[in-house]
């Protein structure tokens, strides 16, 4: 069986400053979405066949949170790409 070498596409002290961004207590990994937004996608989310889209924007917004989005305990989380 052959091995794959590793490819190192950055300089290591790229790399190294990345880890150590990525590890810092200050940083976190979320997309801030405007509360009224997230009000609605929670709202599209909790009961989808109450909410009543009006025009092509929330339409779109409950096509989007369905797809997209997540209700687990009453959090809103985003669905991994994969």
Do not use: G
């Not at 590793?6 to 990994?29: G, H, K, M, Q, R």
């Amino acid at each position: 069986m052959a091995t794959i070498a590793s490819i190192n596409l950055f300089p290591n002290d790229v790399c190294t400053a990345f880890e150590a961004y990525i590890s810092s207590s200050t940083y976190y990994n979320c997309e801030q979405l405007p509360y009224a937004k997230w009000s609605q996608i929670h709202t599209i989310l909790e009961n989808p066949t109450a909410y009543i889209p009006y025009n092509r924007e929330t339409t779109n917004l409950k096509n989007c949170a369905q797809s997209a989005f997540e209700l687990i305990n009453n959090k809103l989380y985003k669905q991994s790409d994969i």
